[in-house]
């Protein structure tokens, strides 16, 4: 359970910030990057795909000149999400700009594909594969993934329903590579818990949403304060995919959100959705269950230092009980 060192050197806190759909740009991934943690972002935030090339540009060069002006605390690496499902059907000019601009990590999403992970692997890159379940983790490493990520109960947006404690303790059965962990992770002392079940990394992306770089309307980062795991509901009515969303948001669109009707996957749309005129992300939020310990908006930075001092707050008291 080690991170290559290219990753794990270059780490403040073992922490990936997920990419947000719309709401993950340049800023917040440079935000991340600079506070010592993974920065992500999905390539379709980028429209129209030539400002995906201007965004790996501006991406690449900040942090090249922060580490020229920091070199004893470089930032940490970037990641890009590829959704792989044949909905994408920009994938492939999107994978030819990570390839051109070497972006450190790519994350793949809903399907797993052998020629994304050797496109990445011919320049050095690392790849990451969501995963909801022990059969489809199988299935990724099988086509050439170097990490997963697993995607438990709680996660924000496309979740799955198992326990993080069941997830990650089957697939360290037979995976020994990086694993992450996604899952209603808000505090410090979640990211401990995460590496103590075995996982090398916490996944975090909702609690990212009320930070100033986020690119998030002002009633989603207020919503995501002012909410708690009450208030998420898990369906998937708006993308064909199940997920979790924030329930006033629904009702904002004048949905029930408590009998929403089913959705069909083979409808899927990571733009529009079920509801109607209300669409999936831009009007339908999504949000993770872990967002009760989100009590205010401020500066990313200002989140991942807090997360730090809980962390090792968490592992003095862990070595205390142990000694």
Not at 63 to 75: F, V
């Amino acid at each position: 359970m080690t991170l290559p060192a290219s990753l794990g050197a270059r780490l403040r806190l073992p922490v990936m910030g997920s990419p947000l759909f719309i709401i993950s740009g340049p800023e917040l991934v440079i935000a991340q990057c600079k506070a010592g943690i993974v920065g992500s972002f999905p390539s379709l935030n980028a429209r129209p795909v030539g400002q995906l090339d201007e965004w790996l540009h501006q991406i690449t060069q900040e942090l090249a000149a922060h580490d020229r002006d920091h070199p004893d605390a470089p930032a940490a690496p970037f990641a890009v999400n590829q959704i792989v499902h044949r909905s994408n059907d920009r994938l492939e000019e999107d994978l030819a700009l990570c390839v051109k601009w070497r972006a450190p990590i790519v994350i793949t999403s809903l399907g797993a594909r052998t020629d994304v992970n050797e496109a990445v692997h011919g320049y050095g890159g690392l790849t990451f594969h969501d995963v909801i379940d022990d059969r489809f983790a199988r299935k990724a490493v099988e086509k050439g993934a170097d990490g997963l990520i697993a995607v438990a109960a709680g996660a924000g947006g496309h979740a799955g329903t198992l326990s993080p404690f069941a997830l990650v303790q089957e697939l360290r059965a037979w995976f020994d590579g990086p694993l992450a962990l996604s899952g209603s992770i808000a505090t410090g002392g979640a990211v401990a818990a995460a590496i103590a079940m075995g996982a090398d990394l916490a996944y975090i992306g909702s609690a990212f949403i009320a930070t100033d770089e986020a690119r998030a309307a002002e009633g989603y980062k207020d919503m995501v304060v002012a909410s708690g795991a009450a208030d998420i509901v898990y369906s998937d009515l708006f993308t064909g995919v199940h997920g979790n969303y924030l329930k006033p948001s629904i009702a904002a669109a004048g949905l029930d959100p408590d009998a929403l009707p089913p959705g069909d996957v083979r409808t899927m749309d990571f733009g529009s959705g079920g509801g109607g005129d209300a669409k999936a992300w831009r009007d339908i939020w999504g949000c993770g269950q872990g967002i009760g310990a989100v009590t205010s908006r401020g500066a990313a930075g200002e989140l991942v230092a807090r997360l730090d001092e809980e962390f090792r707050a968490a592992g003095r008291l862990v070595g205390a009980m142990a000694g």
